[in-house]
């Protein structure tokens, strides 16, 4: 008995991390959170990273998470001095408070919060407001000078777009990159790499691929289908069944991608995908 049990001890120890983490959000239960601390009918519920139980399996990705502001809600406004975010509103309408000004935000739009400015979020409407909450930490001794305004725009403005390397099936919607891109609406970030929706036609693929110095997330944004998720480099893929509301965090160099299960003449399956850069260490 003894002689089994040691040879177990080492396979614990030394279990490998997942190479991909997958939630439902609305199973998840809301946590206390920074902007929901004296808020007023406000409420966050954390996928990845900061308030999650498996926050270590993270690395350059601070939050990920769904907040929600009912009616006559506001939250408390927050900055870091070290992580950038970016809001993407799902759901409803209110105001983006940012630094001494107010801006209405809408379903469909997304912005970019620098490191060192106020933000938060009011609803002085009669239903709910809910949006996406991604935070990415800032390397030490990294600098980022905010911009001017507020960098605010809004997806029903971005043209679908076939990118090379995708197939034919899936279009694009470049949302947001770094302050280096040409190619996106935004050109924002500095740790978050690409903000972006694919839009599936029906039994389409993005073709599953990896990522060898990035983290990812999808998040279904509409209908079902087999999400890929794991494998490796070699392109073995993990196909799991996901729907509407479910977020997979993929790591870096594992096998990623989506088939959508929609058929002729049902509306596309969307997906709201984000990748960021894995924060390697310097020797």
């Known amino acids: 008995?003894?002689?089994?049990?040691?040879?177990?001890?080492?396979?614990?120890?030394?279990?490998?991390?997942?190479?991909?983490?997958?939630?439902?959000?609305?199973?998840?239960?809301?946590?206390?959170?920074?902007?929901?601390?004296?808020?007023?009918n406000a409420e966050y519920r954390p996928a990845f990273g900061i308030g999650d139980k498996d926050?270590?399996?993270?690395?350059?990705?601070?939050?990920?998470?769904?907040?929600?502001?009912?009616?006559?809600?506001?939250?408390?406004?927050?900055s870091y001095p070290a992580e950038e975010q970016i809001y993407y509103i799902l759901e409803g309408a209110g105001s983006l408070l940012y630094g001494?000004?107010?801006?209405?935000?809408?379903?469909?739009?997304?912005?970019?919060?620098?490191?060192?400015?106020?933000?938060?979020?009011?609803?002085?409407?009669?239903?709910?407001?809910?949006?996406?909450?991604?935070?990415y930490k800032i390397p030490r001794g990294v600098t980022l000078e905010p911009p001017v305004d507020l960098m605010i725009a809004n997806s029903a403005d971005v043209p679908l777009q076939v990118?090379?390397?995708?197939?034919?099936?899936?279009?694009?919607?470049?949302?947001?990159?770094?302050?280096?891109?040409?190619?996106?609406?935004?050109?924002?970030?500095?740790?978050?790499?690409s903000l972006f929706i694919m839009d599936f036609a029906p039994g389409?693929?993005?073709?599953?691929?990896?990522?060898e110095s990035e983290e990812e997330i999808y998040y279904v944004l509409r209908g079902s289908g087999d999400m890929v998720a794991g494998g490796g480099a070699d392109g073995n893929e993990g196909r799991y069944p996901s729907r509407q509301?479910?977020?997979?965090?993929?790591?870096?160099?594992?096998?990623?991608?989506?088939?959508?299960?929609?058929?002729?003449?049902?509306p596309h399956d969307q997906i709201l995908a984000v990748r960021s850069t894995f924060p390697f260490s310097r020797r």
């Not at 601070?62 to 406004?77: F, I």
Request: overall charge positive; glycine content about 10%.
């Open 1 to 40: 008995m003894l002689s089994r049990l040691l040879l177990l001890v080492p396979l614990a120890v030394c279990a490998a991390d997942p190479t991909f983490l997958r939630r439902d959000l609305r199973a998840i239960q809301p946590q206390p959170d920074d902007l929901t601390v004296n808020a007023k």
């Open 55 to 78: 926050a270590r399996q993270v690395k350059g990705i601070a939050r990920y998470g769904e907040l929600t502001v009912n009616p006559g809600g506001e939250t408390a406004v927050v």
């Open 100 to 135: 001494s000004k107010q801006t209405p935000i809408k379903a469909g739009d997304f912005m970019y919060l620098p490191p060192g400015v106020g933000h938060g979020v009011a609803n002085a409407t009669d239903r709910p407001v809910r949006l996406l909450v991604m935070g």
């Open 163 to 193: 990118l090379p390397g995708h197939g034919p099936t899936t279009q694009f919607k470049l949302l947001m990159g770094t302050t280096k891109s040409t190619r996106d609406k935004l050109a924002a970030a500095s740790q978050m790499v």
């Open 204 to 211: 389409g693929t993005n073709i599953p691929h990896h990522h």
């Open 245 to 266: 509301g479910e977020v997979w965090f993929i790591r870096l160099n594992a096998t990623v991608g989506f088939y959508s299960a929609a058929k002729d003449g049902q």
